[in-house]
């Protein structure tokens, strides 16, 4: 698993520079001040038409950094006015950084924007463990209201790296320079948004500190997952390539199941079977060509289709409607031994609303493992208990208490893993806000695990693959575009030169 894509909480990432210090590679202050050298590499390259800088120096080391910023700013000769926010602990790294600073420090209380200066933000990074002040605040809020450049030293003030929520208020920055790795925060909204270009900084932390740390919050990216693709090989058949199932609506709401149908067909499953009502059978063989099709009203046709030909994976929710026997049908799949996955979408997820308890129960007792697609909305219907924790907590402790893989849906995508491991997801775009993407979704999911793809991989991968479809795709895109985006993006995830 690639060791790039590690996020680090702000405490792990304390602990990362615990132990390099520890180490006696680098000590404190040679830390702070490589990641000073840093900025000003970048502040220079970046902005060297402005008039000079505004550093904002918080009491923590956070502000050290902004203090060894101002130090280098004014050796080689560039304005900068210098604003502090309380001062350092005695003897701390970031009162080094002061002393050896050539220039005083006013009162952050006597700020005011200037025109053809660009602000450092070194107030609070990773420390930040309360709300902003008012005279934070202040600051924040007339920065941002200001046409000036923001570049934020590891966070935005006023951002949590733990979950990217805004304690207070915050500052929006055009360019964050973060340490080592990146923080969830950097990608859960609203901080990704806040952060604006994100950019991380090598500063001589070495990656063999990420062993003791252990991390499990991961960006959603083709090398986390990659290893475990699946890939086609030459003695199989469509069966053992992996069957994937999908239950239709009836027949005013049978497109959800085509799609996911399609999606999870792109995905590369050998066969796809759309289990259909017997009111929407005609509806779905007019429009089904390489899709087959089987007649399923009832738990017992189900168990019928299910003992003629076990399939692999099972999508269930999208388009089937609240009236019909949709939590038997989830039931009686769970229970039925077997192995093989089963998504759960939609109407799938809302059907266990008053149940929620029955659902997790069912799932641990499987022998199938089971992903759950829901949007904030649906989420909220199964995991009331959660409501009020930030999105990261409640996707890991959905994942905790269901047993199932989650994907909390949004802008920043949340894959999480009963076994504590979570993905998010930077390819999100503005273009899968469209009708039926979900569906797409849950089918690239299922197509993938009917391969016999590990469950959270295959879970990850799918995120990914139908963000980056439509974002290549780009404005214009319809559901129904998405499987037939997919062919290119397999092609360069199994490097298919290489491959035949
Ligand atoms: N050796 C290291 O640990 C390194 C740390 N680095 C910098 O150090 C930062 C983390 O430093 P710190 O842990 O000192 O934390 P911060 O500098 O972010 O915060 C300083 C302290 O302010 C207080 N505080 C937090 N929120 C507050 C609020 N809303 N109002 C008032 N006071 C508040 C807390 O007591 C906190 O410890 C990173 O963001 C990074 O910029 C870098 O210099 C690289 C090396
Ligand atoms: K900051």
């Known amino acids: 698993m690639s060791n790039s894509l590690v996020l680090l909480t702000p405490s792990q990432m304390a602990e990362a520079d615990r132990l390099t210090i520890s180490s006696g590679a680098v000590d404190g202050y040679g830390l702070m001040k490589r990641a000073g050298q840093t900025i000003v590499s970048e502040l220079l390259r970046r902005y060297p038409h402005c008039n000079g800088f505004d550093v904002l120096c ?73 709300p902003l002040d008012d005279a934070v605040s202040r600051v924040a809020k007339e920065c941002r ?15 949590s790296g733990a979950d990217g929520q805004v304690l207070g208020d915050a500052f929006a920055a055009d360019l964050t320079i973060t340490f080592f790795r990146l923080k969830p925060g950097h990608l859960l909204e609203p901080g990704r948004e806040l952060c604006g270009e994100t950019i991380v900084a090598n500063i001589g932390i070495p990656d063999s500190v990420l062993g003791p740390i252990a991390p499990r919050n991961w960006i959603n990216q083709p090398p986390l997952w990659r290893g475990d693709f699946p890939k086609p090989r030459r003695n199989q058949h469509k ?47 007019a429009q089904l060509t390489s899709i087959m099709l089987a007649k399923v009203d009832t738990v017992d046709d189900l168990e019928e289709v299910i003992s ?37 979408d939609a ?3 809302t059907a266990f609303r008053d149940e929620p308890a029955a659902l ?16 904030e909305g649906e989420f909220s219907r199964l995991f009331p208990d959660l409501i009020g924790k930030v999105r990261l907590e409640r996707a890991g402790e959905a994942a905790r208490v269901s047993g199932a893989v989650i994907v909390l849906k949004g802008p920043d995508t949340i894959i999480a893993s009963p076994d504590g491991r979570i993905a998010i997801n930077a390819n999100g775009n503005p273009w899968l806000a469209t009708a039926g993407s979900g569906d797409v979704l849950a089918g690239v999911i299922a197509g993938l695990a009917a391969q016999k793809m590990p469950l959270w991989e295959a879970t990850c991968a ?13 404005p214009g895109l319809i559901a129904d575009d998405l499987p037939g985006l997919l062919p290119p993006l397999l092609a360069e995830l199994l490097e298919v030169d290489q491959l035949l």
């Not at 209201?145 to 951002?159: F, H, K, Q, R, Y």
């Not at 388009?319 to 093989?340: D, K, N, V």
């Not at 022998?367 to 697609?373: D, K, Q, S």
């Open 58 to 130: 918080g009491p923590g080391n956070n502000g050290g950094d902004g203090y060894v910023v101002a130090r280098l700013l004014v050796e080689m000769g560039v304005m900068v006015r210098l604003f502090a926010h309380g001062s350092p602990r005695p003897g701390s790294d970031a009162e080094k950084a002061v002393q050896d600073c050539p220039i005083g420090a006013q009162s952050l209380s006597q700020f005011s924007v200037l025109q053809g200066h660009a602000i450092v933000d070194a107030i609070y990074g990773a420390g930040l463990s309360r």
């Open 145 to 159: 209201n200001a046409d000036v450049a923001v570049i934020s030293v590891d966070l935005p003030t006023g951002v």
């Open 239 to 285: 069966y053992s390539r992996g069957h994937a199932t999908v239950f239709s609506g009836g027949a005013f709401s049978t497109g959800a199941a085509r799609l996911a149908a399609l999606g999870a067909a792109r995905a590369g499953a050998g066969a796809t079977t759309i289990y259909s009502p017997a009111s929407a059978i005609a509806v779905n063989a």
């Open 308 to 344: 003629a030909r076990a399939p692999d994976a099972f999508v269930l929710g999208p388009g089937f409607g609240l009236r019909r026997p949709i939590r038997e049908f989830a039931i009686s799949i769970l229970q039925r031994g077997g192995g093989g996955t089963l998504v759960m």
């Open 347 to 349: 109407d799938a997820i």
């Open 360 to 375: 997790f129960t069912a799932i641990k007792g499987s022998e199938r493992a089971v992903v759950l697609t829901p949007h």
């Open 462 to 474: 799918g995120v990914w693959l139908h963000a980056e479809a439509a974002t290549r795709f780009g």
